[in-house]
């Protein structure tokens, strides 16, 4: 019995790291700018379509077509913040939302349009051979989708911690009006931070459609990202790592023991006691509102 429980646990885990990298993509817009990005899911997707596109269709291989799905990605989510959100800074947060809603929409019907409902396999760039520790066992895409997620998320995390850039976003995260006068490109900020959305959100869909294969619905992933923030508390870049690494592990164990009608509501139960009793999430920061 314990042996089993490692086993469902171990495999939570690494499932987990599907939700960090587009937890991350959602965090590193809210904190650059303060809009809660609802189209995170679609970005996803879309930028798995671009890479089975570079790949499959235009046949150019799954090295370069990765290469240019990032590439691809990050300009259309720059394009977006330019174009579509810019325009309204300052106006009420719900617009912002619902712009972002209107996003995802587009993003999805496109897919429909272009690639149709059917789901497509991806190139299998991660080894399927199982992975054995003494008597457990872990899927191999699921053990190498993790280690592919915690070195990308190492690397995110030391760029927005030591590197020029990162100092500029985590600046204007604590104050806008004190980093313009800084000498801080805040609008560069938002385009440099709905880029690495772009990149982290593509990345995360990739592995999540390397496992199961993409369709227009694979962004509703985004409704168990948007869980794993919460949890964590949309402020906290480590604190959506370790979320999505526990929302992963609850929803496997809850579903092995207790069945999948369970694991359909009980990460979001969780949620909801956490944000009861701290609404700022278990790592997220409270913020002083001056008047």
Do not use: H
């Not at 995170?40 to 269709?57: A, C, H, N, S, W």
């Amino acid at each position: 019995m314990l042996s089993q429980f490692l086993e469902f646990s171990l495999i939570g885990i690494a499932s987990g790291a599907i939700y960090v990298l587009a937890a991350l993509s959602f965090v590193i817009v809210y904190k650059a700018t303060n809009v809660f990005n609802f189209a995170t899911g679609q970005m996803m997707m879309f930028g798995t379509y671009l890479f089975y596109m570079f790949d499959k269709q235009f046949g150019i291989g799954w090295v370069a077509g990765l290469v240019a799905a990032i590439i691809c990605s990050a300009l259309l989510a720059m394009a977006l913040e330019r174009v579509l959100l810019r325009p309204l800074l300052g106006r009420p947060a719900v617009v912002l939302v619902m712009v972002t809603l209107g996003i995802s929409s587009i993003l999805e019907g496109l897919a429909q349009l272009i690639w149709g409902p059917d789901v497509r396999q991806l190139t299998e760039i991660l080894p399927r051979k199982p992975i054995f520790l003494g008597d457990i066992l872990i899927p191999g895409k699921l053990a190498w989708g993790f280690i592919i997620v915690g070195i990308i998320a190492a690397l995110f995390m030391a760029y927005y911690r030591y590197s020029r850039a990162g100092t500029a976003i985590r600046a204007t995260a604590v104050d806008q009006i004190t980093a313009e006068s800084l000498g801080i490109n805040i609008r560069s900020v938002f385009l440099l931070s709905w880029g690495l959305a772009g990149v982290l959100a593509t990345v995360s869909g990739i592995i999540t459609g390397s496992v199961n294969g993409v369709t227009p619905q694979l962004g509703d992933v985004a409704l168990n990202v948007l869980a794993v923030v919460m949890l964590a508390g949309m402020t906290s870049v480590g604190g959506v790592v370790i979320a999505g690494l526990f929302a992963g592990w609850l929803e496997t164990v809850v579903g092995a023991y207790l069945g999948a009608s369970w694991q359909s509501f009980i990460p979001y139960l969780v949620v909801l006691i956490v944000m009861l009793i701290k609404p700022t999430g278990l790592f997220g920061e409270r913020r002083i509102e001056r008047i």
